[in-house]
């Protein structure tokens, strides 16, 4: 893909964004992505034919930019400490601002997709969250930072817990206190001295 057609590309996911943060994915349409960029229904139909396959490249690409963010902190050698600490604030950051994210569009999504195809794909992304956050528990455990022998189990209930808070917060609303109170035992599963879930 040439530099033009990924800014173009890049154009077009953006906008995409903010008419699911404004529709929800059940009712956006392809024309009202087209509206949104500001380009034709051509233009817009070179990249995508659906607003699905619209939606499912958003997905990917914020499993992606997750693990990119890890692998970044590990090259430049932050600690364990820092890099969950901004882990956590990103998640806190998009728990206060629900309303105003990809999260109810993203359930739609979750709830209207249950073919053995769209699963696995769901699957697959669950998967990609648990590789990524497994390896920046086996960096912690590696500089000595923590002490965890069941890493990926570990994971699980760290990315499902969040799972849990994304849906009370979406349907009921969070306070700050709370959120901070489970981002905290989450931190304190984390950093207990020789934590063996077994």
Known sequence: ???????????????????????????????????????????LYLYFDSTEAIFLALLTENSQSMEQEFEQMIS?????????GHF???????????????????YEFFLAHKNDQDRSFLQQQFELSVSSLTKALEYGVTRNEVHINNIEQVVRHIILTIEG????????GISQHMLDEQIEMLKSLLFTPSLDLE
Request: one cysteine or more.
């Open 88 to 106: 956590f604030k990103e998640q806190k950051t998009e728990l206060l601002e629900a309303d105003n994210s990809m999260m109810t569009a993203t």
């Open 165 to 172: 808070i994304r849906i009370y917060a979406l349907s009921v």
């Open 76 to 84: 430049e050698g932050l600690s364990f400490k820092d890099m969950m």
């Open 1 to 43: 893909m040439t530099r033009k057609a990924t800014q173009k590309r890049s154009l077009i996911l953006q906008g995409a964004v903010n008419v699911f943060v404004r529709k929800g994915y059940n009712a956006a349409t392809m024309q009202d992505i087209v509206e949104e960029c500001g380009i034709s229904r051509g233009g």
